[in-house]
């Protein structure tokens, strides 16, 4: 059961009730580390690679872009859950169009930035393209602030503009502001639940909540109901991976193990293949939130 389009793993997400994660990888460990998570746990899953894991100050890394193309292509390939490859979060049309032809089947377009005519017209010249190439669109309406920012209500997703930004563009899926933060991690967040409501009535596409490190568990369920049926998550994994790195890395460590056993090698005291582990049970923590373990019949 490889790659499947990120369209039909969330229609039946939206048929059965639960959402599905995307997390956020960085290098072929974290990348491995997600989906053997949702083989594990039995459950449907996109994995992929943040836009800014390419860009550099002019244009994008294309050899990165390639490799890293190439890698989730093959580990895709013999996954044994329905598995999305997505692109996350890219404001350059031009970067999108390059991933389109690397083999991601599912790119997201953030023009959150732009003014709602140009976020449209960039969308629906990517869908455009996307279309006969079978890939799918996740597009943004409204802005998603970091952990810094300010919450400031001009952020929020406009019903009114998601609904024809949607209709216009024809996206798959839409990411929205409702009060969820990036990279939010000590705090908690409301949700701003009539303007979610409104979204889920007029918005006939699947939502997305971004942010999803930071948010409460027991609101899962409740946004699940009000049409949410992927989340994405990022932060948390880097923070696990971060932690397990350090308890297994002290100075003493160093000092009298040899590091050819530290670092790929089959020795238990891997400490790559350790921090990968945790990546990959918080995963599963979350899949279980999500309700989507489980799903997969075996
Ligand atoms: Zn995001």
Known sequence: MPLMPMSQILKEAEKRGYAVGYFESWDYGSLEASLRAAEEAWSPVIIGFGGRTFVQDSGWDEVKLTGFAAIGKELVKNSTVP?????????????IKRAMRLGFNCVMF??????????IESAKEIVKQATKLGIDVEGQVGRIPSQKERINRDFLTDPEAATCFVHQTGVNALAISVGNVHMLIHKEFSVDWHRLEKIDKLVNVPLVMHGGTGFPDKLI????????????VGTILKKVFLEELRKNLTQKDLDRINPQELIDSTSERDI????CSSIKETI?????AYGSAGKVKM
């Open 221 to 232: 369920k409740k946004v699940i109901n009000k049409g949410v049926h992927k989340f994405n």
């Open 272 to 275: 790559l293949k350790k921090a």
């Open 83 to 95: 598995t999305a490859f997505i692109l996350n979060e890219v404001s350059d049309p031009e970067l």
């Open 284 to 288: 599963k923590t979350k899949l279980e």
């Open 110 to 119: 953030d023009g959150s930035g732009l003014a709602l005519e140009d976020n």
